[in-house]
């Protein structure tokens, strides 16, 4: 019988995961799967997931949180056969959107008996794994506040961003690769990814790949609060590169040199600030559990 953990976050999104627990079980009934739960704490739950993972020994361990919860898995089974799945249940849910996982839990859960998987890029920064947004500047700025909120969901994540932007100052940075000069200057923020868009559906890399071995850092430079509209407006239409405020760099490696004062996140986790940043791509290193290509049925 196949092997799935569940790592279930009993806070992500806001959501009671009470009836989504029952529903897992009578999905692995049906499906003969042996499934086994581990709830997150919030208090040194990568400890206690990579005991689990190496005493049940699953094929697959399926994220049921946010991006957050996503990433506490993917650290513990990057580099291995084991496959993420992912059953989004966050406020923003970046990563599965990215995948085009479904949103809709009933609809996730067939993921897991589909068996396709793709091994996708994951990024290095300073050490950390991301799988899948890192940045400086405003929108880490806007996580820090999130996590220290006591309100989850996506209209706390938007209120916290209206009420930061208001005072919002653009902090400096140097950007360098392979002994280049990338930028150098003032940015409203900088995004490494080698994903698309954000859980919010805001696509700061709209042409990204996930597994083509390279990422992109993404500068917005500091905009007249009038123009704020025009660039969301471009965020949400896939044309943010059309906006004479962003610059996009596609790279293997590279390091960012910026303000001491400065706010870090890494896929929705707020870091200690760093002044000096390195970023390597880590290609296909991580196994997903995707749903069948959608010209899969007509063949
Ligand atoms: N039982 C718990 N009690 C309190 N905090 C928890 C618990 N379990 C996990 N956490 C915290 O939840 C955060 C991760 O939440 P996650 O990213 O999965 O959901 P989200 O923030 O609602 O969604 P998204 O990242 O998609 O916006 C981590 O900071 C983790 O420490």
Do not use: W
């Amino acid at each position: 019988m196949k092997k799935i953990l569940f790592v279930i976050n009993p806070i992500s999104g806001d959501i009671d995961k009470q009836e989504l627990e029952e529903n897992i079980q009578a999905f692995c009934r049906r499906h003969e799967i042996t499934g086994q739960f581990f709830k997150t704490s919030g208090e040194q739950d990568e400890e206690k997931l990579r005991q689990e993972i190496k005493s049940f020994q699953p094929e697959t361990v399926a994220a049921v949180g946010g991006d957050g919860t996503v990433s506490l898995v993917a650290k513990e089974i990057i580099n291995t056969d084991v496959a993420l799945a992912i059953l989004p249940q966050g406020s923003g849910n970046g990563l599965s959107k990215d995948l085009d996982i479904p949103q809709t839990f009933d609809e996730a859960l067939q993921v897991l008996i589909e068996n396709r998987v793709k091994a996708i890029d994951t990024l290095d920064v300073n050490g950390q794994v991301s799988i899948h947004i890192c940045d400086m500047g405003f929108n880490a700025l806007v996580v820090k506040r999130f996590c220290e909120g006591d309100t989850r969901g996506p209209g706390a994540y938007a209120r916290i961003a209206m009420q930061e932007f208001i005072g919002y100052t653009a902090k400096n940075y140097t950007i360098t690769s392979r002994g280049k000069t990338l930028f150098e200057g003032e940015a409203f923020m900088v995004t490494v990814t080698n994903a698309k868009a954000f859980g919010s559906n805001a696509a700061i890399n709209p042409n990204g790949i996930i597994n083509d071995g390279c990422f992109e850092i993404c500068v917005m430079e500091p905009f007249p609060k009038m123009s704020s509209i025009g660039i969301l407006y471009r965020l949400y239409t896939d044309s943010i590169d059309e906006s004479v405020y962003t610059q996009r760099f596609s790279c293997s490696e590279a390091t960012i040199l910026n303000q001491e004062d400065d706010q870090i996140q890494i896929d929705g986790e707020p870091l200690e600030s760093e002044k000096q940043v390195h970023i390597k791509v880590q290609p296909q290193t991580l196994k997903v559990l995707l749903p069948p290509l959608p010209d899969a049925a007509a063949e």
